[in-house]
């Protein structure tokens, strides 16, 4: 398949560039448009009140320590470079996508479906998927008419803490379980392609546990009804509140299975966000 594939972690994510080796092993045709700059929490926003740039790279300046006017942040990331046509966007996962399609892409390019993630973090439940940045990547492909795909990785928050304490390069540990959520990744992704017919505003919503092995089963799940109060901080001294990071509490009923509850049994977690059905 032709696939696009973006994400709201940025393109200097070791996540992402996990996911585009393997469906480039896999034989895929990959083309990467991904935000110059974690785009996490955006939902499906996109920049309105500036001009939003998008910038070619090659394999040379997607590569961790190479000199990158147009993502400093690399430097500090994967060792992995994108073997494919990739630009930055300095704008939204949205953004990314609604650019791609109209501007970006050559005919040869033009995509079977849109791909976003792997996300660093989950995204289950209702109150992380209308919020989520790479479900809104993968949304704006639906838009589009396209199938659209979005893969998170759930982590405690001792290991995400770890990832970040080390510039979002993961350990030996979690690199397995990322190698292993990316090639679930790829044997997932045609079948879902395929089941998806065009302008279904339809997301598949997949979300890897931690850890995550070779054999570990998926199962088809509803989003979790989570409410998230009080996700910001009491006013600062200079009057400001930031974002604290919370689970939010779990109000689902037993059955049926929730993404949040797959999850935490260890399974991968598939969901699928019909969007023609809102308000039925």
Not at 232 to 259: K, M, V, Y
Request: glycine share 6%.
């Amino acid at each position: 398949m032709n696939l696009l594939v973006t994400n709201d972690d940025g393109i200097a994510s070791p996540f992402l560039h996990e996911l585009v080796a393997t469906l480039l092993t896999a034989g895929h045709t990959v083309a990467v448009v991904a935000p110059k700059t974690e785009q996490s929490w955006t939902g499906a926003a996109k920049t309105r009140h500036r001009p939003v740039q998008a910038t070619r790279l090659d394999s040379n300046n997607c590569r961790a320590g190479s000199p990158n006017p147009a993502s400093e942040s690399l430097a500090a990331s994967s060792s992995i470079s994108l073997s494919c046509p990739t630009w930055t966007v300095d704008g939204t996962p949205s953004d990314c996508v609604n650019i791609a399609l109209a501007h970006l892409l050559p005919p040869e390019l033009k995509p079977d479906a849109v791909l976003s993630g792997i996300n660093i973090g989950l995204n289950a439940s209702l109150g992380f998927i209308i919020a989520s940045g790479t479900i809104a990547g993968a949304w704006e492909g639906a838009l589009h008419g396209l199938p659209a795909i979005a893969f998170s990785q759930d982590l405690t928050t001792e290991v995400y803490e770890r990832l970040k304490a080390n510039h979002d390069i993961p350990d030996a540990e979690l690199l397995v379980t990322l190698r292993h959520s990316a090639a679930h990744a790829a044997r997932l992704a045609p079948g879902l392609v395929s089941a998806t017919p065009p302008r279904a505003f339809v997301v598949h919503n997949v979300n890897f546990p931690l850890p995550c092995h070779a054999d570990t089963e998926v199962r088809r799940t509803v989003p979790a009804q989570v409410v998230v109060p009080g996700l910001f901080s009491p006013a600062n001294d200079d009057g400001t509140h930031r974002l604290i990071f919370r689970l939010g509490e779990d109000l689902s009923p037993a059955a049926p299975l929730t993404d949040r509850t797959a999850l935490a049994a260890g399974h991968i977690s598939h969901s699928i966000l019909d969007y023609t059905r809102l308000g039925r």
